[in-house]
C-alpha cells in the first residue's frame, strides 16, 4: 500500500471530493494494476494525459474498492496537481472524507494538509493552528512518521517566528529520525537547519550544512533540494561579503524558484541580489530587485523582517533624485509593511534593525504630501477640500439616519416580540449541495443555536465545522444562503441576540460594565463586543439599556395612572 512520502519547503497534498465517473474499457485495465504501479507511474511520467488517466484509475479503483485510505492517497494524488484557487476547497473536502473514517491517523494526516496550504500561502497563524489540530490526533497513534511530519512543519513556524534555537531542536530530531529512513524529508530538514543557523547569524555552520546537503543529494541520487541549498548558499554570501559570488549563485537559482511558485523564496532572492548589487555600489541594478520584493509583497502580502531594509534603501535613493511621489509611495510602504510585520512576527519586532522609526516616517510622510500639495493650484486644493467635507458630511449623516433606523426597528421587534434571528427563504436546489447535506447542516446549525454553542470564544468556520463533521465549504455556503450573512456576522450576530435578551428580561445585566458583558457573550475583547453590538443594534450597549429603562418607567406610570384613575 502507498504511503505519501513527500515532505517539501512548501509542500502541498490536496484532497477533494470527486464525483464518480463511467469507467472505459481501458481504465478498467489500469485499474487492475497495483496502486504502487500506478503511483509510480503518475510520478514518473511526462505525459499529461496519461498522467490524468493514472490519477482517474488510481481514485476509482479506490472507490470502487471502498479502501478508504487508498481513497485519501488517491485525492493527494489528484489534487497535487490542482490549481491554486481550488486548494482549500480539495484539502477541506479531505478532511470530511478522513473524519468519516474515525482514523486518527488519516484524520491527523488530513489537518497536517490543510496546513500545508496555509503555509504554502505564508499564513504562518493558521497553518500552526492546523498543525497543533495535526499533532491531537496523531500523539493517539503510532505513526512516528507522521508525527515527525507536524515536527517538522511546527519547526518551520518557529523559524518564521524568529524563535531559532527552539526550531533547530525540531529540524536535529527530524534529520535523526529521516537520515535512514527517507530522503527527501532528510534534506528538506538539513536544509532548514542551514537556514536557521543563518538568522542567528552563524554562516560558517550553515554553509556546513549545505554543503552537507549537497553531498547527501549525490549519494542518494535525489536532487531535488538542489535548488534551495544553493539559494541558501546565495544569502550566506552576501552576509560573507562575497558579492560578487552570491550575485552569481542567486542568479542562477531563483528562476528556478519562481517557476515553482515559491514566491517567499523568490522574493528573499530578489533582495539579497539587489542588496549585493547595493554593496557593490550600483544602484541601478539593485532597485529593480527591491521592486520585485515590493510587488510580491503587494501581490501575496508576502515580507520578511530582513527584507523590509529595501523599502529604506528605495526611500533614500528616491530622496536623493528627489523624486516626492515615488519616495512618498514606499514611504506609505514601508508603514504598511511594518504594520504587517508586528503582527506576524510579534518576536521580532524589537529586534529588527530599523533605519527609519514609525514617528520618522509618517514625519516624512507629512513632510512630502504637504510639499505636493503646495504644488497644486489653491482653487482645486479648496474644492477638493470642501468636496470631501461635503461627502464625509452626508456620509455620516446616511450613517446615523441608518443607526436609527436599525435601533428603531430592534426595540419594536423586541416590543412585539418577534424572533430576531430569521431563516431567509431559499431554494437548496441553488447551492448545488445534497439536499440531504444541506438538510443535516441545518439541523445541526438550529442545535447549534438553540444549545448556545455561539457562546464559546473564539469560535470561526473551521472550529464550527470540525464539531459538525462538516465540510468548512459547505457549511460557509449553508449559512450564507439561509441565514443571509457570513459566518462571522452570523457568530456574532447570535451572541449580541443572546446579550439583547439578558437586557430584556434580567435588569441586572443593565449594570454590567462592558468587559463582562463581553466574557459573557464569548468575545475575545470589548472592543469586538462593541462594535458587534453597534454593527447589530445601531447604538452603543449603554444607550441600547437607557431606552430600555425609559420604555419601562413610561409603561409602569402609565399602568399606575390607570390603576389610580
Same mark, same amino acid.
Given at each position: &500500500?502507498?504511503?505519501?512520502?513527500? =515532505?517539501?519547503?512548501? =509542500? ?75 486548494? @482549500? ?22 489537518? %497536517?494538509?490543510?496546513?500545508?496550504? +496555509?503555509?504554502?500561502?505564508?499564513? @504562518? ?8 489540530? *495535526? ?49 527527501? $524529508? ?13 538568522? &542567528? ?9 549545505? *554543503? ?14 538542489? =535548488? ?24 542562477? =537559482?531563483?528562476?528556478?524558484? *519562481? ?23 550600483? $544602484? ?26 529595501? +523599502? ?64 497644486? *493650484? ?17 456620509? %455620516? ?137 453597534? @454593527? ?11 431606552? %430600555? ?17
Amino acid at each position: &500500500m502507498y504511503v505519501p512520502t513527500y =515532505v517539501a519547503v512548501c =509542500v502541498f497534498s490536496f484532497f477533494a471530493v470527486l464525483p464518480q465517473q463511467r469507467t472505459k474499457k481501458g481504465s478498467d485495465t489500469i485499474m487492475h494494476k497495483s496502486y504502487d504501479v500506478l503511483f509510480d507511474t503518475i510520478r514518473t511520467t511526462k505525459d499529461p494525459t496519461r498522467e490524468q488517466r493514472y490519477l482517474k484509475a488510481f481514485l476509482l479503483k479506490a472507490q470502487q474498492e471502498n479502501n478508504v485510505e487508498e481513497i485519501v492517497n488517491g485525492y493527494k494524488n489528484y489534487l497535487h496537481h490542482s490549481e491554486e484557487r481550488l486548494r @482549500h476547497t480539495y484539502a477541506d473536502s479531505m478532511i470530511h472524507v478522513a473524519r468519516k473514517s474515525g482514523d486518527s491517523a488519516l484524520i491527523g494526516s488530513a489537518y %497536517l494538509t490543510k496546513g500545508f496550504v +496555509y503555509y504554502g500561502e505564508k499564513d @504562518h497563524t493558521s497553518a500552526l493552528d492546523h498543525y497543533i489540530m *495535526a499533532y491531537d490526533y496523531l500523539k493517539h497513534t503510532d505513526d512516528a512518521y507522521q508525527k515527525h511530519k507536524v515536527q517538522y512543519m511546527i519547526g518551520h513556524i518557529k523559524y518564521y517566528l524568529g524563535y531559532y534555537e527552539e526550531a533547530i531542536r525540531l529540524f536535529q530530531d527530524c534529520i535523526a529520525y529521516y537520515q535512514d529512513r527517507n530522503t527527501r $524529508p532528510y534534506l528538506n530538514s538539513l536544509h532548514s537547519l542551514g537556514l536557521c543557523y543563518n538568522r &542567528m547569524g552563524n554562516y560558517g555552520l550553515s554553509s556546513e550544512t549545505n *554543503a552537507r546537503g549537497l553531498e547527501e543529494a549525490d549519494r542518494s541520487g535525489n536532487h531535488s533540494m538542489d =535548488v534551495y541549498f544553493k539559494h541558501s548558499e546565495g544569502v550566506n554570501h552576501y552576509f560573507r561579503e562575497n558579492y560578487k559570488l552570491a550575485i552569481e549563485t542567486l542568479e542562477e =537559482v531563483v528562476p528556478q524558484i *519562481a517557476d515553482k511558485g515559491d514566491f517567499g523564496n523568490e522574493s528573499v532572492g530578489y533582495f539579497y541580489l539587489g542588496r549585493s548589487y547595493w554593496a557593490l555600489k550600483q $544602484p541601478d541594478r539593485a532597485i529593480p530587485y527591491f521592486k520585485k520584493v515590493d510587488k510580491i509583497f503587494n501581490e501575496r502580502d508576502y515580507l520578511r523582517p530582513d527584507l523590509r531594509e529595501g +523599502y529604506e534603501l528605495l526611500i533614500d535613493h528616491y530622496e536623493e533624485l528627489g523624486n516626492n511621489e515615488t519616495q512618498l509611495y514606499y514611504i506609505k510602504q514601508l508603514l504598511k509593511a511594518d504594520k504587517s510585520l508586528a503582527k506576524t512576527y510579534r518576536y521580532l519586532s524589537g529586534q529588527i534593525h530599523r533605519e527609519y522609526t514609525e514617528r520618522e516616517l509618517l514625519q516624512k510622510e507629512s513632510k512630502i504630501e504637504e510639499l505636493l500639495a503646495e504644488n497644486e *493650484a489653491s482653487d482645486l486644493r479648496w474644492g477638493l477640500a470642501t468636496g470631501l467635507l461635503v461627502i464625509a458630511a452626508f456620509v %455620516l449623516v446616511y450613517r446615523r439616519r441608518m443607526d436609527k433606523r436599525k435601533f428603531k426597528k430592534l426595540m419594536q421587534e423586541i416590543k412585539d416580540g418577534v424572533p430576531r434571528a430569521k431563516v431567509v427563504e431559499a431554494k437548496p436546489e441553488a447551492l448545488e449541495i445534497n439536499p440531504v447535506v444541506a438538510e443535516d447542516l441545518l439541523k445541526q446549525l438550529q442545535k447549534f443555536e438553540e444549545g448556545r454553542g455561539f457562546l464559546k470564544e473564539d469560535l470561526n468556520l473551521v472550529k464550527l465545522a470540525a464539531s459538525f463533521n462538516a465540510n468548512n465549504k459547505y457549511l460557509s455556503k449553508i449559512i450564507t444562503h439561509y441565514k443571509g450573512k457570513g459566518i462571522v456576522e452570523y457568530i456574532n450576530d447570535l451572541k449580541i441576540d443572546y446579550i439583547i435578551e439578558l437586557f430584556t428580561h434580567q435588569r441586572i445585566y443593565r449594570k454590567y460594565n462592558y468587559n463582562s458583558l463581553s466574557k459573557e457573550a464569548g468575545f475575545s475583547s470589548v472592543q469586538r463586543f462593541v462594535r458587534a453590538f453597534k @454593527h447589530r443594534t445601531g447604538s452603543s450597549p449603554a444607550n441600547f439599556c437607557r431606552v %430600555l429603562d425609559e420604555q419601562e418607567a413610561y409603561q409602569e406610570g402609565g399602568s399606575e395612572a390607570l390603576s389610580n384613575a
